[in-house]
């Protein structure tokens, strides 16, 4: 497939309407490269391997490793309340005093997650958000639920600068990005425009998004760092070696890595692109070996990376458009199993014919602070409409109402395949009725 990698890109891209992509990866001791389509469809500009794109959310186990730094000098604990290194840390209900470090490692701090509240581009940022989330509600206690939370690791990005006596942003650069020798990465848009960087695309006909840059108080969650893919190569192969750049430099400890690798939290729901697993950081997938990873979004961006250590390999693929999973599905999970022989899963599907539940403990309205959810009974499942908030009504995205069936335990599935596959939606039982909706993230019945 390394052979004709390029044309299958090529066809895929057309294929699933993606406007530009790159992909980059590290097999059999060299890297490879390709690139398609255009970065922005309003001026044509040619994507090429040396394109930077909105990584995302990816950008949050950049922010754990600084933070693993802290843990390999002494400076942090992770199970220290957050509090004893940034004070001024707390949320609505007081459960700040018994949220640890770890806790917001693995997305287990209860609180609201979905809070993209912009303090502006000063370096004050990040203190300004923590302040914000002083009305931050309470969704679990801490430790108690997987609940995937932007706001925890906007305070850790905090601790870091606050700890490092500078900016994330410095300390990014410092810490990882210049030790690494990575030449196509961007943490503000002054800088992303001195490269061929990828705009958004949304809609249906994949046009240009009015806005590019993000808020720069979300950063440590992924707001702003752009990278080339390979620089997400480059990054995973530091991992591959034990914490070690390609020149030799030590950047973690070879017990930090592993703590990263290593299952803290299982994810509720049934297995697709998320992940099974949470360590500290990093999604972890069980595919028949050891693959770790995770996964990123922008509006009209997405990114993909994992790394398979056991096969020396590691793999991202950024895009700027819808059809991304269809990229996935076409060329990037085939290369996968093709290259390091790993049962990669399809993602899932519904049955032939799908078991009927008692709907009475799921039907009802679920909501946090970016979507909701109201569940309502249907013949042979589940109707689910999804109400977007502020923030995703400014984003494009529509509400909708989608048929779930039956799947296994709480969990359901789409009826019908949308952008290469079924929906899944997990509920979190209690006491015979749900207590939330989960979708990665856990969203309170209300």
Request: with cysteine; glycine share 12%.
């Amino acid at each position: 497939m390394l052979e004709n990698l390029q044309e299958r890109f090529d066809e895929a891209a057309r294929r699933h309407g993606v406007p530009g992509a790159a992909l980059a990866l590290w097999a059999g001791g060299r890297l490879v490269e390709v690139a398609t389509g255009v970065v922005n469809r309003n001026i044509g500009v040619e994507t090429t391997t040396d394109s930077v794109f909105q990584v995302g959310s990816t950008t949050k186990v950049w922010t754990a490793a600084l933070v693993m730094q802290l843990v390999d000098e002494g400076l942090v604990e992770l199970d220290r309340p957050v509090g004893d290194y940034l004070p001024e840390f707390a949320v609505a209900d007081g459960a700040e005093k018994a949220i640890t470090v770890r806790h917001l490692l693995t997305h287990t701090g209860g609180f609201d997650g979905d809070l993209f509240e912009d303090t502006g581009r000063g370096d004050d940022c990040l203190d300004k958000y923590v302040d914000f989330l002083h009305d931050a509600g309470h969704v679990h206690a801490p430790g108690a639920l997987f609940s995937y939370c932007n706001a925890g690791y906007c305070v850790l990005g905090a601790l870091v600068a606050r700890v490092r006596g500078t900016t994330w942003e410095q300390v990014m650069r410092e810490r990882l990005l210049d030790p690494l020798g990575a030449t196509h990465s961007a943490l503000l848009p002054e800088e992303a425009i001195l490269f061929r960087a990828a705009a958004g695309h949304v809609g249906p006909e994949g046009t240009v998004h009015h806005r590019w840059d993000m808020p720069r108080s979300n950063a440590p969650a992924g707001s702003t760092m752009c990278l080339a893919p390979r620089e997400l190569v480059r990054f995973g192969r530091m991992f591959i070696a034990g914490g070690l750049a390609e020149d030799g430099t030590r950047l973690l400890s070879e017990e930090s890595v592993a703590a990263m690798r290593t299952g803290q939290v299982e994810v509720p729901g049934i297995s697709g692109l998320l992940a099974d697993r949470w360590g500290l950081g990093f999604e972890l997938f069980d595919w028949g070996g050891e693959v770790y990873g995770h996964d990123g979004g922008t509006i009209g961006q997405s990114t993909f990376w994992r790394v398979v250590p056991g096969a020396d390999f590691a793999i991202a693929m950024s895009a700027n458009g819808g059809g991304f999973l269809g990229l996935l599905v076409d060329v990037v999970l085939p290369l996968i199993r093709e290259v390091t022989g790993l049962a990669v899963p399809e993602f899932p599907v519904p049955a032939a014919t799908p078991g009927v539940v008692d709907p009475t403990p799921y039907t009802g309205r679920y909501e946090g602070p970016m979507i909701a959810y109201e569940v309502a009974e249907a013949d042979g499942g589940l109707d689910i409409t999804m109400i977007p908030g502020e923030f995703m009504v400014r984003a494009g995205t529509p509400r909708t109402t989608t048929r779930f069936v039956h799947h296994s335990g709480h969990s359901f599935i789409a009826a019908e395949l949308q952008d290469s596959r079924h929906e899944t939606i997990t509920f979190v039982v209690e006491d015979g009725r749900a207590a939330y909706i989960h979708n990665g993230r856990a969203l309170p019945r209300v």
